[in-house]
């Protein structure tokens, strides 16, 4: 069984690229909509035992704990890598012999079963990694117990986990894990897999 650590940035900074396509008074709602179907997905994963998210914002906070989620604020308040290791030491200070997986919180289409999919894989490698639908960043990277997670997340954050010696997971027909958000055309992409109720209320809202 694993623990997931999902880092949020606070909302009013969150998925910045997307106002050109959302507008920015819709974007932080969004934000908030693809880390709650991500966080949904997560904890109705057989594969999860824990989800653990890092964010310092209080309303995630409240929304994403009310979905099972346990929050951590973000000490370091060091970027995306210093908050997924800051996660996953707590995770490990409490549980030394845990499995973690960093797991990005832009996945709106996430779907459990094939979540279980990717980390069940994970689990044959001492470090693994997925890469995002691009094949240029990483939507999740993967630590055996008595491992370092090691994340090097942020743009061609895929070379970066090779380099490191992490596995990269050659799974087909996970598309829901690799679907990340940043742009209207992920967006796009996201609902015609088929994103979750949270952001799907929000983009139908949008449009009405």
Request: hydrophobic share 50%; aromatic share 4%; proline share 6%.
């Amino acid at each position: 069984m694993w623990t997931l650590v999902v880092p949020l940035k606070p909302l009013e900074r969150a998925k910045s690229r997307l106002s050109a396509a959302s507008g920015e008074a819709l974007r932080p709602g969004l934000a908030l909509a693809f880390a709650q179907d991500t966080v949904a997905a997560s904890v109705a994963c057989t594969a999860v035992r824990d989800v653990v998210v890092v964010t310092d914002d209080p309303l995630a906070g409240r929304e994403l704990s009310a979905l099972g989620a346990r929050v951590l604020p973000d000490t370091p308040d060091g970027g995306l890598n210093a908050a997924l290791a800051h996660g996953a030491e707590v995770v490990r200070t409490a549980e030394p012999h845990s499995a973690v997986a960093a797991l990005n919180a832009d996945l709106p289409a996430l779907r459990p079963m094939e979540l279980a999919q990717v980390l069940n894989t994970a689990s044959r490698f001492p470090r693994a990694f997925l890469a995002d639908a691009a094949g240029i960043g990483t939507t999740l990277l993967s630590a055996l117990p008595g491992v370092a997670l090691a994340p090097a997340f942020g743009g061609e954050s895929r070379g970066r986990h090779l380099a490191s010696g992490a596995v990269e997971i050659p799974l087909s027909g996970v598309d829901s894990v690799r679907r990340d958000v940043d742009t209207g055309a992920d967006l796009a992409e996201a609902i015609a897999l088929g994103v979750g109720s949270y952001t799907l209320r929000v983009f139908e809202a949008s449009r009405a």
